[in-house]
């Protein structure tokens, strides 16, 4: 395994050499996977002819060694040429110098003007290969993992007074703290900042730091992992960032966009359980198209992927461990899940799933949930039937999950007219937040099923 290197560049190099390294032991794997599937085939129509059944088992016996033995040297020079390209990466990284930007500076600029740039192809594909097997990039330790980190401007915190004090010269008493969605950064908060803001660098961070006063701060993380996981690491790191901040905290906001909305109810979760000390200023949580009750298009990968594997022949088993072998935050998506309880001791591919944890909402907190459709009327029928594209209004308006008896009051509002994406960028999106902000929102209370 490789180590964290000085240089990000070469850090990064050497985890894509490791995933494709992943890819080609995958693929051995699935290609044994598609001779025993077959020969199983085989051996289940000559074994019901009771003359050929021990000849056929007794080629079989000698087709396995043949196949084993070809495939155990495809492994073994596999590894060979890992282990020189491993020492190949190790001694171009202590060849070259030092890099010269901190560590902590971010590379990306939050702007919608970067333009088809190597640096945002790069953050867009490590995003996107987090979201897909972030849990196993974390579990390898490979450097393609995101950890998790909060960014003030372009930099990322150190989360300590020096280092908060240093990254944030002009701290307010009020913070709004941004958690993107699966499979992307946060750079995805100025995304169509030009077209719809008439400024590059204008995000919901920026907009209401210069109307409200509010100091941003966004967060990076792995949606590979599970949303409990990421919420508990949010939770912590809040912590930290309020304990840091140079100001006494007097209000706190959390705005999550697709899953980002449920890291932030699991952050809150976490929180409550462990007693921390900023739940006391959090006055409101905003989920922007967050699938509280579960995601259509995973509950149509859990199901295609459940099937696929329950047929064997190596058309349908091949492809149904491909599709199985999505990672966790994804499947996490499938109910809304929240919390530890979820996914321990239980089988994330299976057929029939245990019912999600109830999770209460925190006390005194004000929670709004925005859902969206593509259609611009809101009660269309085709808008009501797939939502902003992604997640249905019902989902992501809070409820209700059917015969639930607990509920709780959430303030909601469905947007005609903005696709999935949007939601975190979209002008009346911001109209609608900003209000709530300033205390001039007046969304009637819905009650709405807990989940």
Not at 352 to 364: C, H, N, Q, Y
Request: charged share 25%; net charge neutral.
């Amino acid at each position: 395994m490789l180590r964290r290197m000085r240089d990000p560049r070469l850090s990064a190099l050497a985890g894509w050499k490791a995933l494709v390294h992943d890819a080609f032991r995958l693929t051995v794997d699935l290609v044994e996977e598609g001779h025993e599937s077959t020969a199983r085939q085989v051996m289940r129509a000559l074994g019901a002819i009771e003359p050929l059944r021990a000849p056929a088992e007794a080629v079989d016996g000698v087709r396995r060694l043949v196949t084993r033995g070809s495939l155990g040297t495809i492994r073994g020079v596999h590894r060979v040429v890992e282990v020189v390209t491993d020492a190949a990466v190790e001694v171009a990284a202590a060849a070259l110098p030092a890099p010269d930007r901190p560590a902590s500076e971010a590379r990306l600029p939050m702007r919608s003007d970067e333009g088809v740039s190597l640096r945002l192809v790069s953050d867009a594909a490590v995003a996107f290969v987090n979201g897909a097997v972030g849990d196993h990039l974390h579990a390898r330790g490979s450097p393609l993992a995101i950890a998790m980190s909060l960014r003030h401007g372009d930099r990322y915190l150190e989360l300590d007074a020096a280092g908060v004090r240093d990254a944030v010269p002009g701290a307010t008493s009020k913070i709004a703290v941004f958690v993107h969605g699966l499979g992307t950064t946060e750079w995805s908060w100025c995304l169509h900042a030009a077209e719809y803001h008439g400024d590059p660098a204008a995000s919901f961070g920026t907009m209401l730091a210069r109307d409200l006063g509010y100091t941003p701060v966004f967060v990076r993380y792995n949606g590979g992992r599970h949303v409990s996981e990421n919420g508990r690491d949010l939770a912590s790191r809040i912590e930290a960032l309020v304990a840091a901040w140079p100001v006494p905290v007097e209000e706190l906001v959390l705005v999550g966009h697709s899953m980002g909305g449920l890291v932030a109810r699991s952050a809150c979760e976490h929180g409550r359980r462990a007693a921390h000390a900023w739940l006391a200023p959090l006055r409101r949580v905003f989920s922007l198209g967050t699938p509280h009750h579960g995601a259509d298009l995973e509950r149509l990968g859990h199901l295609a992927g459940a099937l696929l594997e329950a047929i064997d022949t190596p058309g349908t088993r091949i492809p149904g461990r491909l599709v199985n072998g999505r990672s966790a935050g994804v499947k996490d998506l499938r109910h809304g899940s929240l919390v530890d309880e979820d996914w321990l001791g239980r089988d994330p591919d299976a057929v029939v799933a245990d019912r999600p944890s109830e999770v209460p909402l925190i006390d005194g907190v004000r929670y709004y949930f925005l859902s969206a459709t593509i259609t611009e009327d809101p009660t269309h029928p085709l808008g009501r039937l797939v939502g902003d594209m992604l997640v249905r209004v019902g989902s992501a308006s809070g409820g209700p999950r059917g015969g639930d008896p607990g509920a709780f009051p959430i303030r909601t509002h469905c947007f005609g007219g903005i696709a999935h994406h949007a939601l975190q960028c979209h002008p009346d999106v911001y109209a609608r937040v900003r209000a709530a902000c300033a205390g001039e929102d007046h969304l009637p209370i819905v009650e709405r099923s807990g989940g």
